[in-house]
């Protein structure tokens, strides 16, 4: 039977996926995001690196459906088959150039392949038509799609600062509903990637509240304060919270809280 541990399974996927040409082709985008998120996520937990048989396979499904949905131009698929796709790209390292002892001393997961440019420049495409949907379409991706971006652009070395600033000033506004993992996952990323927009910084800072502070997993306040000592992001009023240098009643009160 099919059912059994994934060194079996995701092999069986591999296969079928590529003993007919037209079988892929009557795979919903969501099927496609699903099988291509689930073998992530499969990965992503089990301990060490894939290898052999189940590297190989999981790299030949992360080809078809990368390539399905450059195909497609991303025709039909919602934001988050859009996300889960270049999530999993990018958890499973696709077209990451790295060594073996690298990649053992790594928390991250690296698919080794036998064509390390093309997959980088098929990751690439896939992502670039993802990213252009979201630009297209800001206000239909939720907040842990948006973070989730910027984890990717990040993870994959994937710049694009112009829907870096519109994740950031998306997110900072307070019609967005945002956790905790979207502040310190999106401000990670910002950081990681380079992105110097101080006031965006701030602003999503702003929104971190002492309930959701409270509740927050350790790394999801750490990346918050790595990014902006990362990033440099003083705040702009940093006497008012001095009192050894002026008196209270000469000291500057923000007018507007996102700027502190």
Same mark, same amino acid.
């Given at each position: 039977?099919?059912?059994?541990?994934?060194?079996?399974?995701?092999? @069986?996927?591999?296969?079928?996926?590529?003993?007919?040409?037209? @079988? !892929?082709?009557?795979? /919903?985008?969501?099927? !496609?995001?699903?099988?291509? *998120?689930?073998?992530?996520?499969? !990965?992503?937990?089990?301990?060490?690196?894939?290898?052999?048989?189940?590297?190989?396979?999981?790299?030949?499904?992360?080809?078809?459906?990368?390539?399905?949905?450059?195909?497609? #131009?991303?025709?039909? @698929?919602?934001?988050?088959?859009?996300?889960?796709?270049? *999530?999993? $790209?990018?958890?499973?390292?696709?077209?990451?150039?790295?060594?073996?002892?690298?990649?053992?001393?790594?928390?991250?997961?690296?698919?080794?392949?036998?064509?390390?440019?093309?997959?980088?420049? $098929?990751?690439?495409?896939?992502?670039?038509?993802?990213?252009?949907?979201?630009?297209?379409?800001?206000?239909?991706?939720?907040?842990?799609?948006?973070?989730? !971006?910027?984890?990717?652009?990040?993870?994959?070395?994937? /710049?694009?600062?112009?829907?870096?600033?519109?994740?950031?000033?998306? $997110?900072?506004?307070?019609?967005? #509903?945002?956790?905790?993992?979207?502040?310190?996952?999106? $401000? *990670?990323?910002?950081?990681?990637?380079?992105?110097?927009?101080?006031?965006?910084?701030?602003?999503?800072?702003?929104?971190?509240?002492?309930?959701?502070?409270?509740?927050?997993?350790?790394?999801?306040?750490?990346?918050?304060? *790595?990014?902006?000592?990362?990033?440099?992001?003083?705040?702009?009023?940093?006497?008012? @919270?001095?009192?050894?240098?002026?008196?209270?009643?000469?000291?500057?009160?923000?007018?507007?809280?996102?700027?502190?």
């Amino acid at each position: 039977g099919i059912l059994g541990p994934e060194e079996k399974f995701i092999p @069986f996927v591999a296969d079928l996926m590529q003993s007919d040409p037209g @079988f !892929l082709s009557i795979f /919903k985008p969501q099927e !496609l995001s699903n099988t291509i *998120w689930g073998i992530a996520t499969i !990965l992503s937990k089990r301990p060490g690196q894939p290898t052999g048989a189940l590297n190989d396979a999981a790299l030949k499904i992360c080809r078809y459906v990368s390539h399905q949905l450059v195909e497609r #131009k991303g025709d039909r @698929f919602k934001s988050q088959e859009m996300t889960n796709t270049a *999530w999993a $790209l990018a958890t499973l390292g696709v077209g990451i150039p790295i060594d073996v002892e690298q990649a053992e001393r790594s928390d991250y997961k690296f698919l080794s392949s036998d064509d390390l440019e093309s997959d980088a420049e $098929l990751a690439k495409k896939t992502i670039q038509i993802v990213f252009e949907d979201a630009k297209s379409n800001i206000r239909r991706y939720r907040p842990q799609e948006l973070n989730n !971006l910027c984890w990717v652009m990040a993870r994959l070395d994937l /710049k694009d600062d112009e829907l870096m600033e519109m994740i950031a000033t998306e $997110l900072s506004t307070p019609r967005r #509903k945002v956790s905790s993992q979207d502040l310190g996952t999106t $401000l *990670w990323g910002m950081a990681s990637s380079e992105f110097h927009h101080p006031d965006l910084y701030r602003a999503l800072a702003s929104r971190w509240t002492p309930e959701m502070a409270r509740a927050a997993k350790p790394q999801e306040l750490s990346n918050s304060v *790595w990014a902006l000592a990362t990033a440099d992001v003083a705040a702009k009023y940093a006497d008012v @919270f001095d009192t050894t240098i002026l008196a209270a009643d000469q000291r500057r009160t923000p007018s507007n809280p996102q700027e502190d």
